[in-house]
T-cell receptor, first 115, second 111 residues
């Protein structure tokens, strides 16, 4: 597609429920990133996929968070047993490759609210 | 610890005025520095990307500067418009490790 597409744009869930957030990157972009943006905070790196390489999961805050990328394209971020502190905007970005000269293209994010 | 600090945290200016946003970083190694604009409810959009050897880069009314010796960058906005109201985020890339994001400066341009 023309840009990075994320769905849903907004999600309200009850504490303890599982949620799945979807990211559809720009066609041909091999690198895909998930970030979390809490109110008043900078973007927090969560996980990075590059082609067929093993993902960099170093930013995942707990084992309740997981992500997969099927077929090198669409990615799903799953949060199990959601907690109120998980409330944030979850942003996905993609780029041609993880090189300094390329910028990232971000999606509009999914605003997650855990009540 | 790799950090990016931005100032001011928020800023209100009159339409047509200029403003300068600051970014200080302690990121090593350094690959590049980026400024992003994030409108409310949207994802960040890249304004400029500068490598170590670049001192200034412009994108329309936006001009970014970089002093790699003092590890400082600024974003200057000329003749501000109401549509410039947004958060401006300074981002530093250490290379093959995750980007380091500042918390942003919230700019409000008022008529």
């Amino acid at each position: 597609g023309a840009g990075v597409s994320q769905s849903p744009s907004n999600k309200v869930t009850e504490k303890g429920k599982d949620v799945e957030l979807r990211c559809d990157p720009i066609s041909g972009h091999t690198a895909l990133y998930w970030y979390r943006q809490s109110l008043g905070q900078g973007l927090e790196f969560l996980i990075y996929f590059q082609g067929n390489s093993a993902p960099d999961k170093s930013g995942l805050p707990s084992d309740r968070f997981s992500a997969e990328r099927t077929g090198g394209s669409v990615s799903t971020l799953t949060i199990q047993r959601t907690q109120q502190e998980d409330s944030a905007v979850y942003l996905c970005a993609s780029s041609l490759e993880r090189q300094a000269s390329y910028g990232y293209t971000f999606g509009s994010g999914t605003r997650l609210t855990v009540v | 610890k790799n950090q990016v600090e931005q100032s001011p945290q928020s800023l209100i200016i009159l339409e047509g005025k200029n403003c300068t946003l600051q970014c200080n970083y302690t990121v090593s190694p350094f690959s590049n520095l980026r400024w992003y604009k994030q409108d409310t409810g949207r994802g960040p959009v890249s304004l400029t990307i500068m490598t170590f050897s670049e001192n200034t880069k412009s994108n329309g009314r936006y001009t970014a500067t970089l002093d790699a010796d003092t590890k400082q960058s600024s974003l200057h906005i000329t003749a501000s418009q109401l549509s410039d109201s947004a958060s401006y985020i300074c981002v530093v890339s250490p290379g093959n490790t995750p980007l380091v994001f500042g918390k942003g400066t919230r700019l409000s341009v008022i008529a």
